[in-house]
Structure formats: C-alpha cells, structure tokens
C-alpha cells in the first residue's frame, strides 16, 4: 500500500474502516508531517489488520512521535502492527522516549527501525530501557543515532535482562571501546541474540579484544565490525576466538579496518581447523600477496567457509596466483568476490585457470574495477563463461544480471536461492538489517 500525499485522505479512511485486505500503511519519502501523522495515528485506534507501518522519511518529528506512540500504546483497540519504521527523521531524544513507549506496550511489535532519526544518547537509552522487561521485539535497528558508551551500557543491561531479542544494529555511531566492552559482556548473560551490528563506530584494537574474550560463551551467528579501525591488533585478538572452532559465529564482517598482512595472517591460520564459519569479509583494508599466501593455505585445509570477500584490498598478479593455488585444493568456498585490487592478466589468467580446469565449486567470482586490460578482461571472461562451473561473474564484460551459465545445475541453483529468496524474503529482511548485509559485502 505504497501512498503519495494526494492519496492520504482515501488512506486514513481505509484505516478507520479496518479493511483486513489492507494490511501494509507505506508513505517513505512522503513529506507528511506532524499534523497528518497525527491524522494516521487518529485511525490506528480503530485499525486491528494493519501489520505494516513505514513513515520513513516523512518529516516526522517529536510530537509525531507522540501522536504515533500513544495510538500503538492504546488498550482501546488490539493492534496486529509488528513493524514499525520510522527512519531518516528529526525525532531527536524525546521521539525517542516516545518511541520507547510504544515498544514497551505494544505487545504485537515485532520489529522496529529508528535509524538516523538524532536520537542520541538520552533517546536511545530509552529505547534500550523498553527492551529489559520486553517479551515481544525480535529486531531492533537504532543506526546513525550518535550513540555512545552511555547508551551501549544501556543496550548492555537490556540484553542481560532480554530473553527475546534476536538483532540489534547499533551500525554507524560513537560508540569506543568501553561500549564495546559493555555490550560484550552482556553476551554470555544472554540466550536469544543472533546477530549484533556495530559497523562504523570507533571501538578499536580493544573493542575487538572485549568480543574475543566473550564470543565463546556467546550464542551469536553474524557480528558485522566493520569500519571500527580495529588494525592488525585488533584482528589477532578476534582470530583467537576462532582457533579450534572456539565460538560460534558463523559470519563475521571486518571490512575497512587497516587490517595488513599480519592480522590476515592470524585470522586465516585460526581457520584451518574451524569448522563453523562460513562468511568472513575482509573488504577495503591493506591485504597484499603476503596475505594471500596465508589465505591459500587456510583454502588448503578448512572445510566450512562458502564465502571469502577480499574486494579493495591491494592483492596484486602474486596475490592471486596464491588464491589460486588454494582453489586448486578447496571443494568447499562458494563465493570469491575480489572487485578494486590490482591484479594484471598474469594473474588473472591463473584465478581462470584453476577455475576452468581445476575447481568446480566456486559459484560467484567478482573481479570489477582491477587494473586488467579490456581486451585481457574480455578474453578471460569469455573463457569462464565457456569453461568454467561459475553461475554469478562480476565484470563490465559479463551480463548486467552477472548470470553466466544456464546448464542445469546452474538453473537448479539459481532457482534455489531464489525460491529460499521468495520464502523468506520478508522474514530475512527483518531479521538482518540492510546495514548488516552492507558490512558484509566488506
């Protein structure tokens, strides 16, 4: 029920009338205001089929916050919304104490978004306080929200408390390494928590060391740390949590982190012998060849990861002659993206080497914006697309849908993924957040 603002009269009506084939209320980037949120929220009291709520970007403010909490808050009428999103607007921290209301008492809440709405400390320590009796709320995103240690201690509380949160994004804030350790030692406290977003704030070497030393007692599947400048230091001290399958994590993201050589080295020699990740991204930091050589070996011997992001780093003709070496080995590695490094033909013609005669289990392979000629690239795609067991292939010379082979197996497995897609598709977007999936391509 995607709205514009010459539909919002018919829209209000058809909420008050309760029409139970409605069930989806979405005005993004509609600049309603305060005053027809009010109007909305006015009909809310009399709706019980709307599951939907998106006000996303409709300059939504304090007192639209208000408006909205306390319709939702409501006993007058059981709502059935589970979620509820209200992104990209000047809520500020008493939006927040409104918001926190709303998820306190509306039971049926599932799911609720307030990126970058300025909440800060005081809002989103609000927020956090709604979740420590709360039985209800199974995602939670407060990125963008200059949000600090105050409220990371908050969030930490909540989580010991909580026994239903299953995400929480705290993606692109201020919190540093004391948050981090916060938050962290919640983790073994807390039994329903799956995945936690901390990409793009500033918890450093010692923020890492705070998860290190937590994520073995932790239930925790995805941790995306991306862009927290953790440096080599900080990757020594995360690569011991997974020697010898010493947590569960089955994704980690630690895209644009200064990591060199020496925090890849670590990380890749605590894989040889874990058996439980599957997902690591290494994207935008200073892995050369040297890295390389240690991620060839790591191919060599582990039996678990399916996907390996390496993009913007600065892997050179040598980096990927040592790739490909491993790839000679490994059956298990699905995906290879290694878009922005500077690799020439000398080693690219070895990657397609390996994959047209040696390997037949990578799936997705992207090699974007190398300093591969044209014609070299052109001459290499073709050949992967003739050769080699490839389905997805990311380059200016492969088709725009990156979709490279059509044989049965190829067919078979794009339309698993795209019936696993369209079965879960709404349910998966609720429960990893967009930002999540953006530090994993890192």
């Not at 509609?30 to 709307?50: C, F, M, Q, T």
């Not at 980690?252 to 925090?263: E, K, P, Q, S, Y």
């Not at 013609?349 to 390997?359: G, H, P, V």
């Not at 990578?362 to 050769?387: C, F, M, P, W």
């Amino acid at each position: 029920m995607g709205q514009t603002a010459s539909t919002f009269q018919k829209t209000v009506v058809d909420i008050e009338r309760n029409d139970p084939q409605k069930t989806e209320l979405d005005f993004t980037d509609v600049p309603l205001g305060d005053e027809r949120v009010r109007k909305i929220s006015a009909a809310l009291y009399h709706n019980s089929a709307l599951r939907t709520v998106n006000l996303s970007n409709t300059k939504l403010s304090v007192e639209g916050a208000r408006y909205l909490s306390d319709a939702l808050a409501s006993s007058h009428k059981r709502h059935a919304i589970s979620t509820l999103i209200l992104d990209n607007n000047p809520l500020g921290p008493d939006g927040g104490q409104h918001v926190s209301i709303a998820i306190k008492q509306c039971t049926s809440l599932q799911v609720v978004k307030v990126n970058n709405c300025g909440l800060g400390d005081e809002g989103a320590a609000s927020i956090a306080k709604s979740l420590i009796d709360n039985t209800h709320t199974v995602v939670l995103e407060v990125g963008n929200n200059l949000i600090g240690d105050y409220a990371a201690a908050e969030f930490a509380r909540a989580l010991e408390a909580n026994d239903c949160l299953e995400g929480l994004s705290l993606w692109k804030n201020t919190i540093l390494s004391a948050g981090a350790r916060h938050l962290a030692d919640a983790l073994p406290r807390n039994h329903t928590l799956q995945w936690l977003g901390l990409g793009g704030n500033n918890i450093g070497p010692e923020g890492a060391l705070a998860f290190a030393q937590k994520l073995g007692n932790s239930r925790l599947q995805w941790l995306a740390l991306g862009g927290n400048d953790l440096g080599d230091a900080g990757a020594i001290y995360l690569a011991s949590a997974f020697q010898d399958d010493g947590c569960d994590l089955q994704s980690i993201g630690l895209g644009g982190n200064n990591i060199g050589d020496t925090g890849a080295r670590h990380l890749f020699s605590a894989l040889w012998n874990n058996t439980l990740l599957q997902s690591l991204g290494l994207g935008g930091n200073n892995i050369s060849s040297e890295g390389c050589e240690h991620a060839s070996e790591m191919l060599k011997a582990n039996t678990a990861l399916k996907k390996l992001i390496l993009s913007s780093n600065l892997i050179d003709d040598d980096g990927l002659l040592a790739l490909a070496a491993g790839l000679r080995i490994n059956v298990t590695l699905d995906s290879l993206l290694l878009a922005a490094n500077p690799f020439k033909k000398v080693g690219a013609s070895a990657l397609c080497a390996t994959l047209c005669d040696s390997n037949d289990t990578l799936r997705t392979l992207d090699i974007h914006n190398s300093e591969l000629d044209s014609d070299d690239e052109h001459a290499i795609v073709e050949k992967l697309k003739k050769n080699s067991s490839l389905y997805l292939l990311g380059s200016y010379y492969g088709p725009r849908n990156h979709i490279i082979s059509h044989d049965a197996r190829a067919t078979s497995y794009l339309t698993r993924q795209q019936s696993t897609s369209n079965t879960q598709a709404r349910y998966e977007q609720q429960k990893v957040p967009s930002h999540m999936r953006e530090h994993e391509l890192f």
